[in-house]
Structure formats: structure tokens, C-alpha cells
T-cell receptor, first 115, second 118 residues
Framework: DGGITQSPKYLFRKEGQNVTLSCEQNLNHDAMYWYRQDPGQGLRLIYY???????QKGDIAEGYSVSREKKESFPLTVTSAQKNPTAFYLC??????????????FGPGTRLLVL | AQTVTQSQPEMSVQEAETVTLSCTYDTSESDYYLFWYKQPPSRQMILVIR??????QNATENRFSVNFQKAAKSFSLKISDSQLGDAAMYFCASMGPISSGSARQLTFGSGTQLTVLP
């Protein structure tokens, strides 16, 4: 089945530790995105990538890093510089058609907790 | 920059009845796209319905329809014949055209929690 997978479902981070969240898609989508969701709030964009080997900062990129070495994969690293990482993280992908709608489809999410 | 406002943090509806969720947005773009996503307790974001701003006709998807008022910058979601499975958090979102430099970024509202009463 085509879709977006995220792993792990739950992740625990110790103080000062970097952790990496996985996002994989087999939809052949060019664009991929990372969002953060805090309790009772909407989603905020962390990073996005339109094509392989290229990515851009979103609204809240500080303390996060990404890579896009393969079309199918867009891992997110939460670094020790992110002082409040506890949140729900959602990955999305889309076909960035010029002039088109570029609807984003989402993975199941990863819940990150700080120990 | 785009902003999206959902003024109803919580709504409830009786099963089989109709409910309307409100959304207003602000944008300087003439071409943009609007979406409603649903987030059930599983927390996966599921696309409900989408609308291109240049289309005057309101989008419909089975029991879901929108009332798109471009001049008023309003984009409400109507759910007809509500079912227990419709209970979820509903998010309104907007996206600018690719030429705007927003590069397909979605801007979300804060959500409306919908409860369906049996």
C-alpha cells in the first residue's frame, strides 16, 4: 500500500541528547514537510523540502535539523538546542505541481517526550 | 503571511443532525487554496475537503460540504447526517500559490473539537 510511515511512534529524549525521527513515503511525492503540534494547537511548520538535496526552514526551525538524501526519506533530528521538544511531530508529503493544489498527506506521527 | 482563525474551540452535534464549523482567514494573495483536515483520537491528519479560491462553486465530498465566501474570507465546513465516527478535531488550513514563495506551506487554525452525541 502507498503511504507515509513515521517511526518510532513514541520517542523519549534525555537532556542534552539528539534524537532522530524517521519519515518515509512511497507515494513518489517530490515535496516533504515536518510539522510540530503542541496540545490544543494547530500545526506549525519546522522544515520542508521540495526536491532531493534541498530543504528550507519553516516558522520554527531553531533546534531542529533535516536531510533529504533520498526522495523517499526526510528524517528530522531534534537537537539539544531545542529546549522544549515535547510535542507531537507530523510528517507530510505532496506533489508540488506548479499552479496546482499540492495537497499534503500526513503520516501517523511521532510523540516525543523528554525524560 | 497568511492567518487562519477558528473561533469555536468546541462544538457538539446530535447523531444524524447537521453541524457547521467556522473558519476565517486572511491573505494578500489572489490565488490560494483552502483545506479542512480531521484529526481523530489516533492523531493522524486526514484530508476532509479542499477548495481552490478561483472556483466559485463550493466543494462537496459526500456528507461534507463547504460554504466559501471569498469576499468575507470565510470557509465554513458543513457536516450533514453526522455520525459517531465524525468525532474529531477539525482544522482549517490555507496554502498560497507556488509563486508566492510560501512553497506550499500550510497555515493551520487552532482547531475545533467536534463531539457527536448518540
Amino acid at each position: 500500500d502507498g503511504g507515509i510511515t513515521q517511526s518510532p511512534k513514541y520517542l523519549f529524549r534525555k537532556e542534552g541528547q539528539n534524537v532522530t525521527l524517521s519519515c518515509e513515503q512511497n507515494l513518489n511525492h517530490d515535496a516533504m514537510y515536518w510539522y510540530r503540534q503542541d496540545p490544543g494547537q494547530g500545526l506549525r511548520l519546522i522544515y520542508y523540502s521540495q526536491i532531493v538535496n534541498d530543504f528550507q526552514k519553516g516558522d520554527i526551525a531553531e533546534g531542529y535539523s533535516v536531510s533529504r538524501e533520498k526522495k523517499e526519506s526526510f528524517p528530522l533530528t531534534v537537537t539539544s538546542a531545542q529546549k522544549n521538544p515535547t510535542a507531537f511531530y507530523l510528517c507530510a508529503s505532496s506533489i508540488p505541481l506548479a499552479g496546482g493544489m499540492g495537497t499534503q498527506y500526513f503520516g501517523p506521527g511521532t510523540r516525543l517526550l523528554v525524560l | 503571511a497568511q492567518t487562519v482563525t477558528q473561533s469555536q474551540p468546541e462544538m457538539s452535534v446530535q447523531e444524524a443532525e447537521t453541524v457547521t464549523l467556522s473558519c476565517t482567514y486572511d491573505t494578500s494573495e489572489s490565488d490560494y487554496y483552502l483545506f479542512w483536515y480531521k484529526q481523530p483520537p489516533s492523531r493522524q491528519m486526514i484530508l476532509v475537503i479542499r477548495q481552490e479560491a478561483y472556483k466559485q462553486q463550493n466543494a462537496t465530498e459526500n456528507r461534507f460540504s463547504v460554504n466559501f465566501q471569498k469576499a468575507a474570507k470565510s470557509f465554513s465546513l458543513k457536516i450533514s447526517d453526522s455520525q459517531l465516527g465524525d468525532a474529531a478535531m477539525y482544522f482549517c488550513a490555507s496554502m498560497g500559490p507556488i509563486s508566492s514563495g510560501s512553497a506550499r506551506q500550510l497555515t493551520f487554525g487552532s482547531g475545533t473539537q467536534l463531539t457527536v452525541l448518540p
